[in-house]
């Protein structure tokens, strides 16, 4: 439990009655944006905010206060400077919600109150200090603007991106269907935080597109119709964009800027994130189009269904609980920037054959050299600091001192880390990606090095004192002198106050330095006894590191190097400021460093993933589209193998195009199916991203998307029914499926009556099995639907075994070819501990249900034999009853009871089991 408040709200009554009043006069906002007032000492939150915070920080609402009286309270919670930053981190980053920060320009009696900050997920710029104060933390922030229009009778979307910290505008401009599959799958490859939107648009098509938005998790924003106005667009992007040498400086001779739709959102993106108002923002960033093409296609139900990212239970605690997922197992990296570098490749799988293959090459070379692997990792990479995030200071000429002597010892220790990767260098794709680029950038790093060496005091730096070297100027060189020869005399007073306590000098008494101090001594809390009656001592404070005191001549010799080391400080200020000016030039050589390492990083974390799991991961052997296949022995699910006490089985899957391109699996509940095909799923996935996979072999033939519907998924939020969820995924894939699509879809049709389900789910199979021919893994328990085999060569039937030894059902987890006939609801009832009479009377009312489909015949103990008979009988019955609709109306009753019962007698001489066992039950 987070520790409790102890500040009390610092109001006389009528100032609380006057701010419950400016309180309730505020406009009304979404129960997602929280207020926070800032009085200087602490902070405070109200009314349902106040509710809220209490909970998720303290746990309890015990700690809200009552402020004001009738007709004008209102709870309240105060939260000190560390649960402010701690409750806004959980807000911005977990919840994804938007904070107001609001403080007094007046006195605190007068309810003055402006809004100060205000931040969101997708804009963070005024929350840096805050949530990057410690710039090791990996968070990926975008934002996106959309925009429609139409061209002819065409739907056009029009799509920015703003990145913020790798700097980049990126834009998109096609046409969608109603269904926005495009857009959507565009939101799943960016993985915004937030989007904006145009307000009042009310119309089914702006509701349809917000649903497709919220729908992958992303905040939206609705701004007014004018900040999409692209006016002003031009100069906006002439200020913002770095131009390449060579370049024309003019945006105007870019293609980018001729979609008209895309500029109009990027003209919001610019206006809402203010990035022209910031110094540091001029020339920083690059503009490109969205190339959708490089990578596979993905919906955010296949995001979902193969559980890619961890999904964050906000209830469980304050920074939320991620469960096992694809990325937490592959994100083995140590660095901030490959941390969010592997969130976008699990979500932009490769479609170019050769880039796959160059991470595959390097991949394997870690996967074999167990030492290279161990070094990069436990070595070389932890030391890697945030590399974009301490570009973008420098970009904005806010570095310090300490952050350009991070980035000195990061390329310090590059040229090691080169020459541990040097003795691979015949690994084509590892001079290619990581060893050639990482060489011309030191290069370019050099004068940096030199700046560094030749103005900052390295022995103190490493001593985490960030000062300007003394050499620099006669001026510093006397300073530091004298700051020198103080620190002598003080290292003396050390010696003698040792004699005088009769302790052992350091050992027992230390003297020490810090910040907030200076110069003091320490003693361990036994031996606080020796400091009792003696006045000349002064105690500075007690914790449980020590006591920390000092005496009159201790005292005086710190002032005077306090007041030393002060003028240093000041005279060093003009200094830093001509560093920083110099240093902010290395920022984009510096940033491509970062994505160089991030890289690296990722890679070593494939490689790791790969040998760290139960059974070695396998290299996958990747093909073009054209030769369609998709073969992979003892494929597993990389995630529920490496709980503990699972014995995972794993199975096969073998697709080739014209041959067997679909496959139906049926079985019991808990039989292993979705599992099964989500195994398959995710297996193609890592492959495309360039990692090993959890296989005994695997041969992937290029593919262009991913698409899924497992599992029923209410969306109530968003008034959608589990049906119509599962229609409107379902309508997404066979909109968007190509015969090099992979198409996983678990139990379809069960939010409807049993028959029109499985008219809708077979309607569904067939088409995707006879026309538009992807790869596909079709759980069902539909049984009927298996029939499909028979008319479409290319369908295969497989189910999952299990035994049934009386009343007894075991799971066996292996796929096997052909048809399970029998469904096993009832043995899975009994194993969650039904009560018996309700297993009974289920029974019972599963007979009457069945009514003749659990009819007992000869050869009925044999599905194939089966199936065939009452296909037969079927055939029999149709033959009957047409030859009945083409009698002669005008015999009369005796004649045609004659003629039918001669029509009978024909039927049963063809001695159909099927029908004489109907005959008899009737």
Known sequence: MAVQPNQQFSMDPPTQQSFVRFLKNLPEKPETTIRIFNRSDYYTVHGSDALFAAQEIFKTTSVCKIIGAEPHKTEGVILNKSHFETFVRDLLLVKQYRVEVYVNQGSSKNQNWVLEFKGSPGNLAHFEDVLFGNTDIAVGVSVIAVRLGTEGKSRVVGLSCVDVVSTLISVAEFQDNESFSNLESLVVTLAPKECLLIQGEGSYEFQTLKQIIERSNVLVTLRKKSEFSSDSIIDDLNTLIKFKKGQKQNVQ?????????????????????????????????????????????????????????PTVDVASNLHGNPVGSILTLLDKCRTPQGHRLIAQWVRQPLRDLSLIKERHDIVELFVKNNELRSVLSDDYLR????????????????????????????VSHLPKLLEQLSSEAN???????????????????????QLVEQTIDLDAAEKGDFMINPGFSDDFKGLKDSMDEMEEIIQKQLGKVADDLCLEAGKVIKLESNQQFGYYFRITLKEEKVLRNKKHYTILDSNKTGVRFRNSKLYELNEDFIAIRHKYMEKQKDVIGEIVEIAAGYSETVRTIGGVLACLDILTAFASAAVSANKVYARPEMLPSEKGELNLVQ???????MLQGVDYIANDVSFKRDQCHFCI???????????????????????????????????????????????????????????MMEMIETAAILKTATCN???????????T????????????????????????????????????????????????????????????????????????????????????????????KQAELEDYQGILF????????????????????????????????????????????????????????????????S
């Open 383 to 410: 030391r890697i600091p945030d590399l974009q995030q301490l570009a973008k200071k420098l970009a904005r000429k806010k570095s310090a001192l300490q952050d350009c002597y991070k980035i000195y010892l990061c």
């Open 665 to 723: 699996i049926t079985g019991p509940n808990m039989g292993g199916k979705s599992t099964y095909i989500r195994s398959v799923g995710v297996t193609a996935l890592m492959a495309h991203i360039g990692s090993f996979v959890p296989c005994d072999k695997a041969t992937i033939s290029l593919l262009d998307c991913i698409l899924a519907r497992v599992g029923a998924d209410d969306s109530q939020l968003k008034g959608l029914s589990t049906f």
């Open 253 to 309: 001779s870019l293609p980018e800027v001729n979609l008209s739709l895309a500029m109009s959102a990027t003209s919001a993106l610019i206006k809402y994130l203010d990035l022209t108002s910031d110094e540091g923002n001029m020339n920083q960033f690059s503009l490109n189009q969205v190339e959708q093409s490089r990578y596979i296609r993905l919906d955010s139900a296949a995001i979902k269904a193969l559980n890619i990212e």
């Open 427 to 449: 690994v084509a794709a590892l001079k290619a990606m990581i060893i050639d680029p990482l060489k011309e950038l030191i290069e370019d790093m050099d004068k940096f090095q």
């Open 741 to 751: 699509s992979l198409v996983i879809i678990d139990e379809l049709g069960r939010g």
């Open 635 to 641: 494929v597993r699910h990389p995630c529920l193998e």
């Open 753 to 844: 009556s049993t028959y029109e389900g499985c008219g809708i789910a077979w309607s569904i199979a067939e088409h995707l099995a006879k026309d538009i021919k992807s790869y596909c893994l079709f759980a069902t328990h539909f049984h009927e639907i298996t029939r499909l085999a028979e008319e479409i060569p290319t369908v295969k039937n497989q189910h999952v075994t299990a035994l049934v030894d009386g009343n007894k059902l075991t799971l066996l987890y292996k796929v096997m070819p052909g048809i399970c006939d029998q469904s096993f609801g009832l043995h899975v009832a009994k194993m969650a501990n039904f009560p018996q009479d309700v297993i009974e009377f289920a029974k019972r």
């Open 858 to 921: 000869e050869g009925s103990d044999n599905p194939q034999k089966k199936r065939k008979i009452i296909q037969e009988a079927e055939t029999i019955i149709s033959e009957f009853l047409t030859k009945c609709k083409t009698l002669d109306n005008s015999l009369s009753d005796a004649d045609l009871e004659s003629q039918i019962s001669s029509l009978k007698q024909n039927a049963l001489s063809r001695k159909n089991p099927y029908i004489e066992a109907l005959l008899i039950a």
